[in-house]
């Protein structure tokens, strides 16, 4: 047996999101997201699942933030419910919305518990979307709009704050894949509705500087890592595409001020090509404080021609999949920070999520989710390599604190440290829960 030792003030850290644990839709003076339109759309989630209820967080915070002390967790990444503050996106305030994420970052900060908070965890008001949503540059004076009064409402409680969680998300899964919320299927319409996000980071990072707000502001993209399959030209040409599909796009321009030529060139191969307005690249690499890096997953990439976007195919090498199908590839991470500092300098990082599903229940009231302790174990061993290879590491944030909503997937899907039984809403700590609080209480993983 060895021992890692971790940094004295490394951030150990779990993550939800608003529209995943909440519920209460329709309370309180909340507006409609799209996401609550979406998940009332016939055939658009598994078993017809919605957030409707969820995990009811918004009743029963208090019980999750005594659990989350129980954890021994720093930090805990959250998301504000833009619809709860600004219920048609923009205009009247909802006091009660505001009280509500008083309430609730009081209890975290009572308990010893730093609120890290992302403004944008995709429930966008309905009321937006109807004029256009991302897709029109005037939701980026919206969401300054509701920016800003977050950053005064809450200055001096929340010091961490991320504009956009996974962009790619946002864009390619919402607006070209078109899974998740609002389902389009527009290659155009995507690369637009990225660019806006990053013009709306950009003008934020700004403000929140002009403010002169006390505390720290990133982002959080999703990365993926992808292996040639051979040192075949055009394999090595296949896993370039495909990375830069997840990464460089959303990379390049916060830190370079520009797309990804190869990219650019690509996409307009496929009749796309983004709409840059004078002005917009230099707001977007207006400086971050972090970099909040969502990893889960990776694989091999070779080239063939024609097939999906990329003339690139994965390749399944036999990797060992969760229970939602996706590779474990644990050395992915590695590569991926190592890359990223590499490219784009020590910028200081925080994993804002890794996890890992799986659908274990309770079996005489005990969950023994031995494979996510392994998952877990395997990233964060990955996590130590990056730190003795210089990569600038603050934190570990896991996904997810509690099973949740997974969007399209619904309640099928589990990442909780602590499983919630849907029909009763119980709590129960999975020996996942256990392992981590070990991990977090001594700083020290035995492997
Ligand atoms: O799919 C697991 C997670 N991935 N990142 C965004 C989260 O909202 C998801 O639940």
């Avoid at 990955?382 to 290879?389: A, E, G, M, T, V």
């Avoid at 399209?408 to 029909?423: C, I, M, P, T, W």
Wanted: glycine letters at 8%; hydrophobic letters at 35%; proline letters at 4%.
């Amino acid at each position: 047996m060895s021992v890692i030792q971790f940094p004295k003030d490394f951030v150990w850290g779990a993550a939800t999101a608003s529209y995943q644990i909440e519920g209460a839709w329709n309370e309180d003076g909340k507006g409609l997201s799209i996401w609550d339109v979406f998940s009332h759309t016939p055939g658009k989630v598994v078993n017809g699942d919605n957030g409707d209820i969820a995990c009811d967080s918004y009743h029963r915070y208090e019980e999750d933030i005594a659990l989350m002390k129980e954890l021994g967790i720093k930090a805990y990444r959250f998301s504000i419910a833009w619809p709860r503050i600004y219920p048609q996106g923009s205009g009247e305030v909802n006091p009660k919305g505001l009280e509500y994420y008083h309430r609730f970052v009081d209890k975290l900060i009572e308990n010893g518990i730093e609120p890290y908070c992302t403004l944008y965890h995709w429930d966008l008001p309905q009321a937006l979307q109807e004029k256009g949503g991302w897709n029109n540059r005037e939701t980026i004076d919206a969401y300054l709009q509701y920016a800003e009064t977050m950053f005064k409402e809450f200055q001096g409680k929340i010091k961490y704050w991320i504009t956009f969680n996974e962009p790619w998300c946002v864009s390619m899964l919402s607006n070209y894949i078109g899974a998740h919320a609002p389902g389009n299927q527009d290659l155009q319409l995507a690369l637009d509705v990225a660019h806006h996000l990053f013009v709306a980071h950009g003008k934020t990072v700004r403000m929140f500087r002009e403010l002169g707000i006390e505390g720290q502001i990133g982002i959080a993209p999703n990365l993926y890592w992808y292996e040639p399959y051979s040192n075949r030209k055009e394999d090595v040409e296949a896993a370039r595409r495909k990375r830069a599909w997840y990464n460089e796009w959303f990379l390049d321009p916060l830190f370079k001020g520009s797309y990804p030529q190869f990219m650019v060139d690509w996409y307009k191969k496929k009749g796309a090509e983004v709409n840059i307005q004078p002005g917009d690249m230099e707001i977007i690499k207006e400086p971050i404080d972090f970099l909040g890096i969502n990893y889960y997953s990776g694989s091999l990439a070779r080239y063939k021609e024609n097939f999906e976007d990329f003339d690139c195919e994965e390749i399944d090498e036999g990797y060992e999949k969760t229970d939602i199908g996706w590779n474990i590839y644990p050395e992915g991470l590695y590569k991926t920070l190592t890359w990223l500092t590499e490219t784009y300098g020590p910028v200081p990082i925080y994993i804002t999520e890794n996890g890992a599903c799986y659908n274990d229940g309770p079996v005489d009231g005990r969950v023994r989710d031995q494979k996510r302790i392994d998952y877990l174990q395997k990233h964060i061993i990955q996590l130590n390599r990056c730190i003795q290879s210089g990569v600038n590491l603050k934190g570990y944030i896991t996904w997810s604190f509690m099973d949740n909503f997974e969007w399209a997937e619904g309640y099928s899907k589990r990442f909780g440290l602590v499983h919630v039984d849907y029909n009763t809403l119980k709590r129960t700590p999975k020996d996942s829960f256990y392992w981590y609080r070990h991990l977090v209480r001594t700083n020290w993983l035995d492997i």
